[in-house]
């Protein structure tokens, strides 16, 4: 038998195993948790491309915006989700910046550039006014901000209410920034007491301005390499105190550019990502994508860079959001995403709507003006495949500006050729009255009109390079006008030639379609060696698009404004008759046989 004795000493060892096992049973308290760090949040909201959209407005239809995926567009629309944004977040860091493209894009930016410009009127931009509106943080240049000349340039960023950033813009004599490069915002991240974050914004323009408005900034600017220039500031933002490093820059994440390989990349964006240490985003435009959220890893960090594109126009706002935590005065980044809105999801905001309504009022009182009326209805629908008098109406008043300028002169005697592009598959001078919302509608960039002399072989060279632009279709295949073109080639980089006769046989590889080219209405071969003076837009002439032959010195160069040579043209006629200018002298053919 046991004894009494010994069983309450097992008793007692039962109880004290059962104490030192309690934590493990079911229904004890639990051990305390370790403290969770403290979490603050940061949201960065980005635009881009605007392109001087402000009210959601089609100026070359005189009607509201409207497009087969029914986007919108405007910064009006845009300050509607930042001021919901903003309301929600009330009390939390919020931060608006915008990637560039803001004064160059549609008649009523070109109203107060060249009609009323602001530079001589002293009159507010209408974009500084709605950007002023929606209180943005900074900007940065864009490669049309360029567009009009540095003193309107200069005059636009004196009436912002906030900071214009352009780093890689460096003054050609000293070398240093022409623009701000960066600036350090210090915000709070919450209410009363909460600590303070510091967020660096680099700025960084594109480098094509060099080519693009080289008549602009040649001698005044010169643009450095984009990834060159964030790694020169970022670790300088970071010495002096930035939490984190955010980048709005102007330059698509491709890695590719539209020129030769002369000057910096045009869209380096991931590479500026993954080469560049200590970046945490990168909000980037210029080539007008839909990018919602894209990560790039850092190759010598291993850290992950947010990156993100609001398409163009302000039909998307992108928004970043940041998860931080602190510890021993360090920030530390634990959480980021981001995503695109679609502006087509709220109203307009009536207190930008007040702001520009004068200016776009006046506006669209401009472009309604009657300039002409045409004979029949012109449409720039199939200027892409087939020759069609709109497009030769842009070549007849350049060919014949040229021409008269010429007279008399040293080229004088040489035969004169033209180049225009497709540039709106929906333009339409309609039967009629024809207006100056019609011609700008046609040619809807602000280009100048220069000339230069191409040899015979050249522009056989130009035009092959230009036949790129077509898919290969053999002799046979089924042809739709919708997927003629690569999809990789944009419309305003095919041009057509007058003044030349040519067939481009697209059952031919790339560089051997030009297969007939004679003289205009003969039968006669043209010869390598021959001249001619070729009428050609200043952007293609500084070598947009990188076709061959073409960046020489000009034998003309009158600083005309081609969109308004046309309205010119126009009214000095009075009537567009297409049997004035109309020549078909290009074809699309497959071994001989035309196309069309």
């Given amino acids: 038998m046991t004894s009494s004795s010994g069983a309450s000493r097992r008793q007692v060892l039962a109880v004290a ?113 709605a950007m002023n509106i929606l209180k943005y943080d900074a900007v940065t240049l864009g490669n049309h901000e360029f567009n009009y000349g540095l ?138 994508n839909e990018v919602p959220e894209k990560f790039v890893t850092n190759l010598t960090t291993g850290e992950r860079v947010l990156t993100s594109e609001p398409s163009k126009w302000g039909q998307r706002l992108t928004r970043m959001d940041f998860t931080l935590t602190r510890e021993k005065g360090r920030w530390t980044v634990t959480a980021k995403s981001a995503t695109t809105l679609n502006t087509n999801t709220v109203v307009e905001d009536p ?45 007849h008043v350049q060919t014949e500006v040229v021409t008269e300028a010429l007279a008399g002169g040293e080229y004088a005697g040489l035969p004169v050729l033209s180049i225009a592009a497709p540039f709106s598959r929906t333009a339409v001078f309609p039967q009629g009255d024809v207006r100056i919302r019609d011609v700008a509608g046609l040619y809807v960039y602000d280009n100048t009109l220069e000339a230069v002399v191409l040899t015979g072989a050249e522009v056989k060279a130009y035009l092959e390079y230009s036949a790129k632009y077509f898919v290969t279709l053999p002799a046979g295949a089924p042809v739709n006008p919708e997927t003629i073109s690569d999809p990789a080639v944009p419309d305003y980089n095919y041009d057509v030639f007058s003044g030349v006769d040519y067939d481009v046989d697209i059952a031919q590889p790339v560089g051997q379609r030009i297969t007939r080219l004679v ?41 005309q404004e081609i969109r308004q040579l046309l309205i010119d043209w126009a009214q000095a006629k009075g009537v567009i008759d297409p049997a004035d200018f109309f020549v078909p002298n290009w074809k699309l053919v497959r071994d001989g046989v035309p196309v069309f």
């Fill in 17 to 129: 195993a059962a104490a030192a096992t309690a934590p493990l049973l079911a229904g004890a308290p639990a051990e305390a948790k370790p403290k969770q760090p403290k979490t603050w949040d940061l949201t960065i909201l980005g635009t881009s491309d605007t392109h001087g959209n402000v009210y959601n407005w089609d100026y070359y239809k005189d009607a509201e915006f409207d497009d087969s995926k029914h986007n919108d567009v405007g910064v009006a629309k845009l300050a509607t989700l930042v001021n919901q944004i903003r309301a929600q977040r009330k009390g939390r860091a919020t931060l608006v910046l915008d990637a560039g493209d803001t004064i160059q894009g549609t008649p009523l930016a070109t109203y107060y550039a060249k009609q009323e410009p602001i530079t001589s009127t002293g009159e507010t931009h209408p974009m500084a006014r």
């Fill in 151 to 288: 003193p309107l340039l200069a005059t636009w960023i004196e009436q912002l209410g906030f900071p214009a950033l352009a780093a890689n813009a460096l003054n050609a004599k000293t070398g240093k920034p022409a623009f701000l490069p960066y600036v350090i915002k210090e915000v709070k991240l919450g209410g009363h007491g909460a600590p303070k974050l510091r967020v660096g914004i680099l700025g960084l323009t594109n480098p094509g301005v060099a080519i693009w408005d080289k008549g602009n900034v040649e001698g005044r600017l010169v643009f450095a390499d984009m990834v060159a220039t964030a790694a020169k500031w970022v670790p300088e933002m970071r010495r002096r105190g930035a939490d984190l490093v955010v980048i709005s820059a102007h330059g698509g994440d491709s890695g590719t550019s539209s020129y030769g390989p002369e000057l910096p990349n045009e869209n380096p964006t991931a590479l500026i990502a993954e080469q560049v240490p200590g970046i945490d985003a990168i909000l980037f435009g210029h080539a007008h």
């Fill in 351 to 395: 207190a930008v709507l007040a702001a520009v309504r004068g200016q776009h009022a006046k506006t669209v009182e401009y472009v309604n003006r009657v300039v002409a009326r045409s004979s029949v209805e012109l449409s720039a629908a199939e200027s892409r495949y087939r020759d069609t008098p709109i497009l030769d109406f842009i070549n």
């Fill in 519 to 559: 003289l205009a209405g003969t039968d006669t071969p043209v010869a390598a060696d021959a001249r001619f003076v070729v009428a050609v837009n200043n952007y293609r002439r500084s070598g947009g698009g990188n076709f061959p032959g073409i960046v020489k010195t000009q034998v003309y160069n009158a600083q």
